[in-house]
């Protein structure tokens, strides 16, 4: 499998989850020009010119969310998802699907403002995701995970948004359940290895985790 990334972006998740999965993989960066464009080689393979991709022989597929479960079907065994038909894997459709197209969207409004309209854009989407990290605290009161007892692609999901909010006021790990959530999440294999090969820094109350 390759994995078309660039560090911090929305291919966290789908790394951390190859990892947890247990296959061989390949990381291969994604290259943009000064305009943040990506190179022609990169279009041919997503048209979309979105990041992540991956490639699984003849599966080319996108989507963050949509790799993560791919994953997650393919290698049951990782048990990164609960049984199909279960409520619990219905829970877990419900959470990743409002992460990515809520909470992820949410902050595409906070990163890039111009792109949805004029004055406000920002402030509206700051007062939101407050409301969204909010009701994931308070969420994980009294729980270690997400959805059911163990860690899920939700968790992985939910791992990378929060360290997105870390430029948020109050920073979305400033929320004790979401912090102690990020932690636990950090500890585990697949997260601890993407953030080393991704090269990407901790905040200063994770570094004494680090192993």
């Given amino acids: 499998m390759r994995l078309h990334y660039l560090p ?46 991956l490639e699984d022989g003849d599966v080319v597929l996108t989507e963050s969310a949509a790799i993560c479960l791919y994953l997650a079907e393919k290698f049951p065994d990782a048990c990164l998802a609960p049984p199909a038909g279960t409520l619990e894997r219905a829970e877990l459709y419900r959470w990743l699907f409002w992460l990515s197209n809520t909470v992820q969207m949410t902050l595409m409004r906070h990163f890039y403002p111009e792109r949805y309209g004029t004055a406000g854009v920002e402030e509206a989407a700051d007062a939101d995701l407050a409301e969204h990290f909010d009701l994931t605290d308070r969420h994980l009161a009294g729980r270690e995970w997400i959805v059911g007892e163990e860690r899920t692609v939700v968790d992985l999901f939910l791992f990378m948004l929060t360290r997105w909010g870390r430029f948020l006021e109050p920073a979305a790990w400033e929320r004790p359940n979401l912090r102690r959530h990020w932690l636990r999440a950090l500890e585990l294999p697949g997260v601890r290895k993407m953030i080393e090969e991704q090269g990407l820094e901790l905040p200063a109350f994770a570094r004494s985790t680090d192993a």
């Fill in 8 to 53: 911090g972006t929305a291919a966290m998740a789908p790394h951390a989850t190859l990892v947890e999965v247990g296959v061989s993989y390949e990381l291969v960066r994604v290259e943009r020009d000064a305009d943040r464009r990506v190179a022609e080689e990169y279009l041919a393979l997503n048209p979309w010119g979105k990041i992540p991709t």
